[in-house]
């Protein structure tokens, strides 16, 4: 298998609060490749968007990278630490948007209202690239056009407020690319648009990464758009890894219970309307009170007894396949 362009080993981003420590990841390993996308799930409050935000450099206070490595092979081919760059550094910041770019869940929350979508791409373009304020409002019509924006000489003079949510979510991936990232994070894309909507964005994406080879990281909570998306996958639960591989082999023989009780949560064609989603008993444990040995013991249906109680499953597997689970071995 070729190189990864990122490699994240034994990530820890955690908050330090007043009420204590919140683990938000937590010992977290993935490998992102070229013109393939990793599909991150897990849900709500696992850790995903604070995994993107450690990535880009973006952790905000009083969240820190405590530990772990961040490993990224440059456009120029040398391997970076960015666990090891302060964020605020011009060597963070020259990562951010040539190397790594971000598209979020809220397009309107990302832009500024009071300027037109032209300025704010030709900003982004100019931030990094020595161009005229000419040549940069070329480029930024070159990349409306390539993200779909029909018209797009004409709409680089409107205001975000003017387009309608599809519209936004495709400006917001034009400004992502502005300078030619390898590697995108999707923090959950589409999750406020429409299904119609929905399907044509992440065609996009698709798209966009057979055209430019980009890496994609697609952080969803829809193990259906897994499905459809991604090339790998890795199912967090509490800031980790429980299991990661290729797409194709954790649907067809999901390792973990966690992994297998999110399969079953996708609705299918078969599944009666109306008949109810198979869910998860329990909920999520708070990070900052996370159970001892494996963290999904409390809720697993599998359990093996103490063994899973009181020892933190390692990560065993096999090429590209991983799990945490003693299920499949490694117990002491
Ligand atoms: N600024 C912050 N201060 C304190 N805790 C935070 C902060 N940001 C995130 N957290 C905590 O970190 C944990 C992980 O949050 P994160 O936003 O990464 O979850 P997520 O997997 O992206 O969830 P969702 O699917 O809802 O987007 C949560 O428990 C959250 O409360
Ligand atoms: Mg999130």
Redesign the pocket.
Known sequence: MAEPLLSVRGLRTH?E?PEGT?R?VDDLDFDVFEGRTLGVV??????????ARSVLGIV?K??RVVGGRILLRTHAGDTLDLAALPQDSAAYRAIRGPEIALVFQEPMASFSQYYTIGNQITEAIRLHLRLSRSAARARAIELLDMVGVPQPSRRIDEYPFQLSGGLRQRVMIAMALACDPRILIA??PTTALDVTTQAQILDLLRELQAKRGLAIIL?T?DMGVIAEMAHDVAV?YLGRAVETGPVADIFAAPAHPYTRALLRSIPTVLAKPRTHLPTIAGSIP??SARPAGCAFSPRCSEVLGDVCRQTEPPAIGEGARSVRCFLHGGAP
Do not use: L, N
Request: hydrophobic share 35%; proline share 8%.
């Open positions: 908050f609060t919140i938000a897990g849900e709500s409050g696992c850790g995903k968007s604070v995994a905000e009083p969240g923090d959950e952080i909570h967090m708070m990070p």
